[in-house]
């Protein structure tokens, strides 16, 4: 009954031919460029699924640039998310897919704050459309919440000379791009702030956050950044070096075949091959116009966009498929596990060990450097670290990377995410809390939380640890020094 009355009402107003936001209060329903969007209601919030951003990204339009939609006025109704994009994990995963999905509170006016979130995965893997990225949590609390596909894998960095008309190999970060030009055309339609965006993400995607911070085109597309565990140092591969990886990719799909038609499973299992003998073959690369520096030497540069940023990242940053890269660093760093007992005495194992120097030398020690840089530019930055374990699982910890996401958002229930204890929701409630006060203000302080000083010429951060969540000196100082120290040689 209520789609049907929400219908009725939509055809109501399109009758009119007004192209404007909805009175609040009636019905899910937004007029955009590329059409009109009836969304469904659950609770408090209204959510509208699988909204194209851009063209189908197949046949011709494989490996170009996001197309724009053509302007429309028919009515399509907003209740599925789409298609995850192409992956081989996901058995729905479809080249078709960029698609976002827009999350508002239902009855409340506007305009509100925006968030959008850009999944993590490695550039090769995951979805805007995974259940533990709901936004109804955060909406409810009076933001607008978008979170997007984009593509992933080969059909998302593959630089090959064969695809030189369309662009560099980047096609993933100008989908972000694109998706974010949608936003700020058509989330006004939805009761959102186009000049008050925040970005946020994990990995991958807070790795694509900082490269929109450092690239113009998508300058005064957001107004406000928060980097989540973040391996900051990482080097972004030549476009010769990009480039050899698309040629070992074309050779491994066998037979010649015009890129642009071979089919998508032979695509996934040449990608696949690729990705056994090297891990890091899709992901951003310098093209010489998206991306012409590499993160750090932007973010020591100054080069970045100077906006309010929140940057952080976990006590533990490993995962349940990380056991080979750990090794590599190891190995890379010339550090006998004996040595490094001597950074980390609290460690009962070679493992933990291993683990902590893993965690310390790819992501603690480079988001505290990336921090101390965009707080030397002037602009307001928060440094936090994630040390809080769940109650339930502090017998068997999980994996430790991306464990933040889940409080963030307040999903539970779902896969990848447990059922919280009432400690557990007090802590989840005041995280949020600060995600949601730094998007409406760029200050993520307030009036009921632990005080949470900048970073400013100090390193101080937030710890949100087992027993309290605090604001202070890094108790990790010491150690972070001398990593930072053989980072530089």
Same mark, same amino acid.
């Given at each position: 009954?209520?789609?049907?009355l929400?219908?009725?009402?939509?055809?109501?107003?399109?009758?009119?031919?007004?192209?404007?936001a909805?009175?609040?209060?009636?019905?899910p329903? &937004?007029?955009?460029?590329?059409?009109?969007?009836?969304?469904?209601?659950?609770?408090?919030?209204?959510?509208?699924?699988?909204l194209?951003?851009?063209?189908?990204?197949?046949?011709?339009?494989?490996?170009?640039?996001?197309?724009?939609?053509?302007?429309?006025?028919?009515?399509?109704?907003?209740?599925?998310?789409?298609?995850?994009?192409?992956?081989p994990?996901?058995?729905?995963?479809?080249?078709?897919?960029?698609?976002?999905?827009?999350?508002?509170?239902?009855?409340?006016?506007?305009?509100?704050?925006?968030?959008?979130?850009?999944?993590?995965?490695?550039?090769?893997?995951?979805?805007?459309?995974?259940?533990?990225f709901?936004?109804?949590?955060?909406?409810?609390?009076?933001l607008i919440?978008?979170?997007?596909?984009?593509?992933?894998?080969?059909?998302?960095?593959?630089?090959?000379?064969?695809?030189?008309?369309? +662009?560099?190999?980047?096609?993933?970060?100008?989908?972000?791009?694109?998706?974010l030009?949608?936003?700020h055309?058509?989330?006004?339609?939805?009761?959102?702030? &186009?000049?008050n965006?925040?970005?946020?993400g994990?990995?991958?995607?807070?790795?694509? %956050?900082?490269?929109?911070?450092l690239?113009?085109?998508?300058?005064?597309?957001?107004?406000?950044?928060?980097?989540?565990s973040?391996?900051?140092?990482?080097?972004?591969?030549?476009?010769?070096?990009?480039?050899?990886?698309?040629?070992?990719?074309?050779? &491994?799909?066998?037979?010649?075949?015009?890129?642009?038609?071979?089919?998508?499973?032979?695509?996934?299992?040449?990608?696949?091959?690729?990705?056994?003998?090297?891990?890091?073959?899709?992901?951003?690369?310098?093209d010489?116009?998206?991306?012409?520096?590499d %993160?750090a030497?932007?973010?020591?540069?100054?080069?970045?966009?100077?906006?309010?940023?929140?940057?952080?990242?976990?006590?533990?940053?490993?995962?349940?498929?990380s056991?080979?890269?750990?090794?590599?660093?190891?190995?890379?760093s010339?550090?006998?596990?004996?040595?490094?007992?001597?950074?980390?005495?609290?460690?009962?194992?070679?493992?933990?060990?291993?683990?902590?120097?893993?965690?310390?030398?790819?992501f603690?020690?480079?988001?505290?450097?990336?921090?101390?840089?965009?707080?030397a530019?002037?602009?307001?930055?928060?440094?936090?670290?994630?040390?809080?374990?769940?109650?339930?699982?502090?017998?068997?910890?999980?994996? +430790?990377?991306?464990?933040?996401?889940?409080?963030?958002?307040?999903?539970?229930?779902?896969?990848?995410?447990?059922?919280?204890?009432?400690?557990?929701?007090?802590?989840?409630?005041?995280?949020?809390?600060y995600?949601?006060?730094?998007?409406?203000?760029?200050?993520?302080?307030?009036?009921?939380?632990?005080?949470?000083?900048?970073?400013?010429?100090?390193?101080?951060?937030?710890?949100?640890?087992?027993?309290?969540?605090a604001?202070?000196?890094?108790?990790?100082?010491?150690?972070?020094?001398r990593?930072?120290?053989?980072?530089?040689?």
């Open positions: 009954m209520r789609s049907l929400a219908f009725i009402a939509a055809f109501a107003l399109l009758c009119t031919g007004r192209a404007v909805q009175p609040v209060g009636q019905f329903f &937004a007029l955009t460029r590329e059409g009109q969007m009836l969304g469904a209601v659950e609770g408090e919030v209204a959510s509208f699924k699988g194209a951003y851009a063209a189908p990204p197949v046949g011709s339009l494989r490996w170009r640039p996001p197309q724009a939609l053509p302007e429309s006025s028919e009515m399509s109704m907003a209740y599925e998310y789409g298609a995850p994009c192409l992956q994990s996901l058995p729905a995963a479809r080249e078709n897919c960029l698609t976002l999905n827009v999350f508002r509170p239902f009855g409340v006016d506007g305009p509100l704050p925006v968030m959008v979130f850009i999944h993590g995965g490695g550039f090769v893997k995951g979805t805007a459309n995974d259940p533990l709901d936004g109804a949590r955060l909406a409810q609390a009076g919440v978008v979170t997007v596909n984009y593509r992933l894998g080969a059909l998302g960095w593959l630089t090959h000379p064969a695809l030189s008309d369309g +662009g560099s190999g980047n096609f993933g970060l100008m989908d972000q791009i694109a998706a030009r949608w936003v055309e058509n989330i006004a339609a939805f009761g959102g702030d &186009a000049n965006v925040t970005l946020f994990n990995d991958a995607g807070a790795t694509s %956050i900082a490269l929109l911070m690239c113009a085109q998508s300058r005064n597309l957001f107004q406000k950044a928060i980097l989540q973040m391996p900051g140092r990482t080097r972004l591969p030549s476009s010769q070096g990009a480039e050899t990886a698309g040629r070992q990719f074309v050779a &491994a799909l066998g037979q010649q075949a015009d890129l642009r038609t071979v089919e998508p499973a032979r695509l996934l299992a040449g990608e696949k091959r690729l990705l056994e003998k090297s891990p890091r073959s899709f992901m951003p690369a310098m010489g116009d998206l991306v012409t520096e %993160i030497a932007g973010f020591a540069a100054g080069h970045e966009s100077r906006i309010p940023l929140i940057i952080g990242s976990n006590d533990d940053e490993t995962r349940y498929d056991e080979l890269e750990v090794k590599e660093m190891l190995s890379a010339g550090e006998s596990i004996d040595e490094l007992r001597k950074l980390y005495p609290d460690a009962a194992r070679s493992s933990d060990v291993a683990a902590s120097f893993y965690t310390d030398k790819v603690s020690e480079p988001v505290r450097m990336l921090a101390r840089l965009h707080a530019t002037g602009a307001p930055t928060f440094r936090y670290r994630f040390a809080y374990v769940p109650e339930g699982r502090r017998g068997n910890p999980d994996e +430790g990377h991306g464990r933040e996401l889940q409080f963030i958002f307040g999903v539970e229930g779902v896969p990848g995410a447990g059922i919280f204890s009432r400690r557990d929701r007090e802590v989840a409630n005041r995280m949020r809390a995600w949601i006060n730094f998007a409406r203000s760029g200050d993520p302080n307030g009036a009921e939380l632990p005080h949470w000083d900048a970073a400013a010429d100090r390193d101080h951060l937030l710890l949100i640890a087992n027993d309290r969540t604001s202070g000196d890094d108790p990790w100082g010491e150690r972070l020094d990593l930072a120290g053989e980072s530089k040689k």
